[in-house]
């Protein structure tokens, strides 16, 4: 196994057992979260996830929706965080007032959707690491 994914795994587990939320155990921030399993397909899923939730906001190629999300390709934030760290930014989202936000213009917790799985946000992420 790789050092990096070990290391994904490692800092999923961090997050996902760090992580609060609603009580019936199904959406991405459950008291008790499924265990995540990271395989090659990631990327592949992630891609599907994006182009049903993200896409709205987020374009289908990932150069973002203006005056709604910003753009995703060669974006310096993405970049700059590890996996498990955008994974968290995901399930926390931003709010519109917050000092970092640059658009205005809330970015929802679990992108808009109570019903990703952290898998599903460990496997967009993969997929956003390779547009």
Do not use: W
Request: aromatic content about 4%.
């Amino acid at each position: 196994m790789s050092r990096k994914l070990v290391t994904l795994i490692a800092v999923i587990f961090v997050v996902t057992s760090a992580c609060g939320g609603g009580d019936d155990g199904s959406g991405a921030c459950s008291a008790n979260p499924a265990p995540i399993e990271v395989g090659p397909a990631e990327a592949d899923r992630g891609n599907n996830v994006y182009n049903s939730i993200c896409v709205a906001c987020h374009g289908s190629d990932g150069e973002g929706i203006r005056g709604n999300g910003k753009p995703l390709v060669d974006n310096e934030f993405i970049a700059s965080l590890p996996d498990g760290a955008l994974v968290n930014f995901i399930i926390q989202g931003r709010d519109a007032g917050h000092d970092d936000n640059t658009t205005g213009i809330d970015m929802p917790p679990c992108g808009g959707s109570d019903e990703l799985t952290e898998q599903d946000l460990v496997d967009v992420v993969a997929y956003l690491r390779g547009l």
